[in-house]
């Protein structure tokens, strides 16, 4: 079984990218650089594919609104 990739990093790949993204678009990113089978993780949740994810932070106020989709901010990272 493969590592869990935390929330944080595809945060931060939505940061280094400064793309807008739709969900549909995130969910490619995310199984372009993590993998078709990755599983995800958070502070507070396990074992997450990338739909319930994106169902998470978008839940949590993870993303920021844009004309056309939506981004994040570095502010919207936790730092524990």
Known sequence: ?????????????????????????????????????????TCKMKNMDADALIEFLTHKGKFVETEGGFTTHSDKICSH
């Open 1 to 41: 079984m493969s590592e869990s990739i935390h929330g944080h990093q595809v945060m931060q790949m939505m940061l280094e990218s400064s793309t807008t993204y739709t969900q549909h678009s995130l969910k490619s990113a995310m199984v372009e650089r993590f993998g078709a089978n990755a599983v995800f993780h």
